[in-house]
């Protein structure tokens, strides 16, 4: 008997009915009305916004014994890490399979195409859905001293690096993922007065674990630490001076030649200092059009881009997409979903 997990299920009952979290309560009702929409796009799409208006989200994964006639293929607008409490489960992609055991976190960047199902009834698995904002606003500038999980999200923010789009932590028992991981689901059931600070401030500690476990495992030592600290920094300012932002302007705010600035970015990121900035922008103008009404002519002035022909160019070679087309695909994805 695992009395935790029996009042846990019980609370996050209650959280259900009260309205916190959509999600069906009956796996086989979800099976079919997302097989439904898999067979018409090959895939479906899952928001976090769905799941009420906390930045940190836990669920079960549910069972279904019906999974191998499922292949329920989906992407979402969310990181997500999935934790294997007892048991196994089956990840799969469209190029790899892998089985992660009792311990294993697995974390996921939102764009990853993936099916995850469990074997046996017994297995009890975890996902625990993190916003983009706040990976990116708090997590990600402290991961600098660890390379690969520096450059996982490098990646997947700014475009830079081409890595993985998981990585796996294999459990390591000095660390004590387990017992953070209860502590953020029993915060997410209560619900209770700051629980979103709260479930913050969990995260950031069970990020810290998730780093070393990551360095142990992968031996990830990174003797260039401090240069990615500055380049955190520098990319943090860029983004908030995107309309202005010059090589000479970046080098006079953080004290540095150009020719210093433009020597860190190819040491520490692989990429020129406009090739840093020209994905920045695009990447703030994909935000925006996601995430605002603006017109073309305002994300143009947000990003220092002179016109909004030169807009459109510059995002369709990047995207396939001109930004309006865009804009009309995201708003069907979240109107589907």
Sequence with gaps: ?????????????????????????????????LMDIVREKGYYTLNIETFGENT?????????????????????????????????????????TIHLHQGDVLLMNPHILHWLY???????????????DFLEQTVFPWMTDNRLMFNFFLDYFYHLNQVEDFILFPYIEKYPVE?????????YVNDDLCCDSALKGI????????ARICNDYYVANDTDMKNHQVAIRIIQYIQTHLDTIS?????????????????????????????VVYNIKLQTAKKLLETTS?????IADNIGVNDTSYLHRIFK?????????????????IDEG
Excluded at 203 to 210: D, K, N, T
Excluded at 294 to 298: F, K, Q, Y
Excluded at 318 to 332: A, F, I, V
């Design 247 to 275: 090589l000479e302007s970046v080098a006079k705010e953080f004290n540095y030649s150009t020719s210093h600035i433009s020597r860190l970015f190819r040491k520490s990121l692989g990429k020129s200092y406009s090739e």
């Design 1 to 33: 008997m695992d009395k935790w997990l029996d009042q846990i299920k019980g609370r996050w009952q209650g959280r259900t009915k009260n309205g916190a979290s959509s999600q069906p309560s009956k796996p086989n009702d979800l099976g079919k009305k």
């Design 317 to 333: 070679k990047k995207y396939g997409l001109s930004p309006s087309e865009y804009r009309k695909q995201m708003q069907k994805s």
């Design 118 to 132: 469990l074997e046996h009834p017994t297995d009890i698995v975890f996902n625990i859905l993190l916003s983009k």
């Design 179 to 187: 017992s953070l991981i209860k502590q953020l689901i029993e915060e």
């Design 203 to 210: 995260c950031l500690q069970l990020f810290a674990h998730l």
């Design 56 to 96: 940190i989200v836990a669920l079960p994964h549910l069972y279904d014994p019906d999974y191998k006639q499922k292949p329920l293929f989906h992407v979402h607008n969310y990181f997500e890490m999935v934790y294997v409490y007892r048991g196994s489960c089956v990840h799969v992609t469209h190029d790899e």
């Design 294 to 298: 603006l017109s073309m002519g305002d």
